[in-house]
């Protein structure tokens, strides 16, 4: 079984500043990592996902994440946030195997963005 | 391509009424996923299916939801009864491709049972 925890449930941080949104994963088994992003009253857009390789992964809108396979860690960082990053943010794992790429995902973390 | 496509976007209906969700997948996905959206326990997967076959059904919160995948391009999800406590946004995801990682989602169908 998987679970995803993201650690802060609200994240509010003024424009131009960095941001971090903490991501933690259990597995028995190799993962996908994913962050997607809902704005208000739509779907969810992927922003980034790790595969394999490097562990660092560039995504959309200039957000970027770390795997730390030790820490069992995925948190997306933004060096400069505007206003429009406004959304809620979910970390997502799935595993290698068997499960058809059935996506687990943690509860969410609302950023806001100050002016 | 269009994309994940739900309908109806919003459905208000009255408690002890049939409610059915529909969604076509992009095509070429033969992966598809059901998940509900409410603020007390977040995205939860309902049900999914492969090649149109019912994998893993065990999120269905009772009898009353059932789900169907008569062929590649089209799926539904139905509440019958619904009661209030079925309110909540539902989307529907697809996967595929060649490195069948992400899920694409839909835009969701908001419910309100009252």
């Known amino acids: 079984a998987q679970s995803v925890t993201q650690l802060d449930s609200q994240v509010p941080v003024f424009e131009e500043a960095p941001v971090e949104l903490r991501c933690n994963y259990s597995?028995?088994?190799?993962?996908?990592l994913f962050w997607y992003v809902q704005y208000p009253n739509q779907g969810l857009q992927l922003l980034l996902k790790y595969l394999s390789g490097s562990t660092l992964v560039k995504g959309i809108n200039g957000f970027e994440a770390e795997f730390n396979k030790s820490q069992t860690s995925f948190h997306l960082r933004k060096p400069s946030v505007h206003i429009s990053d406004t959304a809620e943010y979910f970390c997502a794992v799935s595993d290698w195997g068997t499960s058809y790429g059935k996506l687990t995902f943690g509860q969410g973390t609302i950023l806001t963005v100050h002016p | 391509d269009a994309g994940v496509i739900q309908s109806p976007r919003h459905e208000v209906t009255e408690m002890g009424q049939e409610v059915t969700l529909r969604c076509k997948p992009i095509?070429?996905?033969?992966?598809l996923f059901w998940y509900r959206q409410t603020m007390m326990r977040g995205l939860e997967l309902l049900i999914y299916f492969n090649n149109n076959v019912p994998i893993d059904d065990s999120g269905m919160p009772e009898d009353r939801f059932s789900a169907k995948m008569p062929n590649a391009s089209f799926s539904t999800l139905k509440i019958q009864p619904s009661e209030p406590r079925d309110s909540a946004v539902y989307f529907c995801?697809?996967?595929?491709?060649?490195?069948?990682?992400?899920?694409?989602f839909g835009q969701g169908t908001r419910l309100t049972v009252v």
């Open positions: 597995s028995s088994v190799s993962v996908y």
């Open positions: 095509s070429g996905h033969n992966s």
């Open positions: 995801a697809s996967r595929g491709g060649p490195l069948r990682t992400e899920a694409f």
